[in-house]
C-alpha cells in the first residue's frame, strides 16, 4: 500500500513513512494534503462569513475539530516538503561531487596531454603544496 492510500485510509503518516516513499509518492500526497487544507480553510472561511452575515455561529465542536485537522495537515505537508527539500539538497550535492571530479579528470587528461613530464611535475608539486 502506498503513502497516498495510507493518507486516504486516515492513518496517521509518521516520519519513517515519509522518509520511505518514493518522491513521486511524496509529491502526490503533498498535492493531497495541500488540497484538504485548502478545502478545510473555504469551510472554515465560510463559517467566519456566515457568523458575520447571518449572526448564526457554526457548531462549535465541528469548528474546534476542522481547525485542529487544518493545522495537523500542515503540519504534515511542512514535514513532507522538508523531507523532499532535503533529498534534493542531497542530490544537488552529489551531482556538485561528480561535477567536480569530472573537472579535475579533465585537468589531468589536458596536463598529461599539453605538459612535459618536468612541467607536469611541477605542478603537481605545487598542487601538493597549495593542499597541505
Same mark, same amino acid.
Given at each position: 500500500?502506498?503513502?497516498?492510500?495510507?493518507?486516504?485510509?486516515?492513518?496517521?503518516?509518521?516520519?519513517?513513512?515519509?522518509?520511505?516513499?518514493?518522491?513521486?509518492?511524496?509529491?502526490?500526497?503533498?498535492?493531497?494534503?495541500?488540497?484538504? %487544507?485548502? %478545502?478545510?480553510?473555504?469551510?472554515?472561511?465560510?463559517?467566519?462569513?456566515?457568523?458575520?452575515?447571518?449572526?448564526?455561529?457554526?457548531?462549535?465542536?465541528?469548528?474546534?475539530?476542522?481547525?485542529?485537522?487544518?493545522?495537523?495537515?500542515?503540519?504534515?505537508?511542512?514535514?513532507?516538503?522538508?523531507?523532499l527539500s532535503r533529498r534534493k539538497k542531497v542530490r544537488r550535492e552529489k551531482n556538485r561531487q561528480q561535477s567536480e571530479?569530472?573537472?579535475?579528470?579533465?585537468?589531468?587528461?589536458? %596536463?598529461?596531454?599539453?605538459?612535459?613530464?618536468?612541467?607536469?611535475?611541477?605542478?603537481?608539486?605545487?598542487w601538493r603544496q597549495l593542499r597541505s
Open positions: 500500500m502506498s503513502i497516498c492510500d495510507d493518507y486516504r485510509n486516515k492513518m496517521k503518516i509518521n516520519d519513517e513513512m515519509i522518509s520511505n516513499a518514493a518522491d513521486e509518492e511524496l509529491t502526490t500526497l503533498l498535492e493531497n494534503v495541500n488540497e484538504d %487544507i485548502a %478545502i478545510i480553510t473555504i469551510q472554515l472561511d465560510k463559517a467566519k462569513v456566515d457568523l458575520k452575515v447571518t449572526g448564526l455561529r457554526a457548531d462549535p465542536e465541528w469548528f474546534q475539530k476542522a481547525s485542529a485537522a487544518k493545522k495537523i495537515k500542515g503540519q504534515l505537508s511542512q514535514r513532507i516538503q522538508n523531507e571530479k569530472e573537472g579535475v579528470r579533465s585537468l589531468l587528461r589536458a %596536463i598529461n596531454l599539453v605538459l612535459t613530464p618536468e612541467q607536469k611535475k611541477k605542478v603537481l608539486d605545487m
